[in-house]
């Protein structure tokens, strides 16, 4: 390729354009730019690249050529789950989110963004509704990031610094609540029962101390089961003056007692179940809803959308203690907040509008009927046990597959040829469990799809 190449799709290289640049800046060449960087560091010649696409046509070509290699979750028979799952999208929450002054609106104030304000505020009525709380903050990046930053709330109201966190809880999620609180807050394991996989009780109380801010777990668990202890958790924790934080999954709540309700004082978790696609891990979006103790609002670091009168007679919508925040404080914010999932958010709200709390319980009911019609099919199968952990559960539970004598990574290779998306491996996170595999049953699962995964399992099993 000639150094004088001028490529259609790169910015300024046409050699002409590059020179007047360079005459402006007082520079030589390009080479002044990379002088502070050492030879050794330096590429030496042209890149091995291959040949420059020159039309439009050409590289649409390519590019489509790349992507008809993918394989999606709605192309495959999918049962993954593990905190991205398949449940159905309506149409018109794609609809409403690819709107352009929704889907173009990355900040604004309300006198300019009235709307995207109203929305925003009618996504955390609804939310606080399905929480059975009085605030929901504006959505965070993701989950993991509202998990974090509700365990560093409850870490600034009780002027503690230890976290006492299920062993059961997502790796993925853990991984990133240690990243969140280093390195101002220590996370502490604590251990559960072998075979119902329900918080060691014994293990909470030993490890509580004066120093325990908050004693965190997820419900349903990441591995699928209902923690039913969750009254006698919260109590444990309360008794030794720490708070209680449970990670929750939205789409459970039609049918499961909502965490505040049995003594959490802060629910935290992902909206990717309502009315988010999978994409390539999820559109996502995390939550926090508590009470509207001054105390506990005081501590959101992110937005919080009210309603009030104005001199008008009309209502306006804005934010609520605005001084909170680090848009107001920057660098003597409690937490800094920037970008905010706040198009997943209009989408949630979409999604319960339309189901309403009738179509929240059906959607409850219809997968845990799925998971308990899955259990008793896999289960038939020939060296496979089920579950490998847990008693209750709502949309997934662990699969053994120790009595194949398969590893999950080769059954799930061999579903995938047969078109079906297996579950999640979860023999190196939790080791304890064996050859195991999360397996997720939404909505959209039918009763021949979970026939149909029996009978290629029953296929693949087969010595």
Not at 338 to 344: D, V, Y
Request: charged share 25%; proline share 5%; hydrophobic share 40%.
């Amino acid at each position: 390729m000639s150094e004088k190449f001028v490529h259609p799709y790169i910015p300024n290289s046409v050699p002409e354009v590059q020179a007047e640049m360079l005459k402006s800046i007082g520079a030589k060449d390009i080479e002044e730019f990379f002088a502070p960087i050492p030879e050794a560091l330096r590429v030496k010649g042209l890149l091995d690249l291959p040949k420059p696409f020159l039309s439009e046509a050409s590289l649409k070509r390519h590019v489509e050529g790349i992507l008809s290699k993918n394989r999606t979750g709605g192309e495959l028979l999918c049962f993954l789950g593990g905190g991205c799952w398949n449940h159905y999208v309506p149409a018109v929450c794609d609809e409403v989110n690819g709107r352009s002054e929704f889907l173009t609106a990355y900040a604004g104030e309300p006198y300019e963004d009235h709307g995207r304000f109203q929305a925003l505020f009618e996504y955390e009525s609804l939310m606080a509704e399905l929480l059975d709380v009085d605030v929901v903050n504006v959505p965070t990046y993701d989950g993991s990031q509202a998990a974090g930053t509700a365990l560093r709330m409850a870490g600034r109201i009780t002027a503690r610094d230890e976290v006492l966190a299920a062993d059961t809880t997502s790796p993925d999620r853990l991984s990133a609540i240690r990243g969140y609180l280093h390195p101002d807050m220590k996370v502490t394991l604590v251990g559960h029962d072998p075979k119902s996989g329900l918080m060691d009780r014994a293990d909470l109380a030993a490890k509580t101390t004066g120093r325990t801010a908050a004693v965190y777990f997820e419900n349903p668990s990441y591995l699928g089961f209902i923690e039913t202890a969750g009254r006698e958790i919260a109590d444990a924790a309360h008794a030794k003056g720490a708070l209680c934080v449970v990670y929750a999954d939205p789409s459970s709540l039609g049918v499961l007692t909502p965490p505040g309700r049995y003594g959490a004082d802060l629910t935290c978790g992902d909206i990717q179940s309502l009315g988010l696609h999978m994409h390539m891990g999820g559109a996502r979006g995390g939550f926090i809803g508590g009470s509207d103790d001054l105390k506990f609002i005081e501590e959101y670091p992110s937005r919080l959308f009210g309603i009030a009168p104005t001199s008008h007679r009309e209502w306006g919508f804005g934010d609520v203690a605005w001084e909170r925040t680090s848009f107001a404080k920057r660098e003597n914010g409690k937490e800094f907040v920037g970008t905010a999932a706040a198009l997943w958010g209009i989408t949630a709200a979409v999604y319960l509008s339309l189901m309403g709390p009738a179509g929240m319980k059906e959607l409850g009911t219809a997968c845990m009927g799925r998971t308990a019609y899955a259990m008793k099919k896999l289960g038939a199968v020939e060296g496979v046990r089920v579950p490998a952990i847990g008693g209750a559960f709502f949309k997934e539970f662990p699969v053994n597959f120790d009595g194949t004598g398969r590893t999950v990574e080769e059954i799930n290779k061999a579903l995938l040829e047969k078109g079906i998306l297996g579950g999640h491996d979860l023999s190196k996170a939790f080791p304890a469990l064996g050859q195991s595999a999360l397996y997720a049953f939404t909505e959209v699962v039918t009763q021949d799809d979970i026939d149909t995964l029996a009978d290629a399992l029953a296929e693949v099993t087969a010595r």
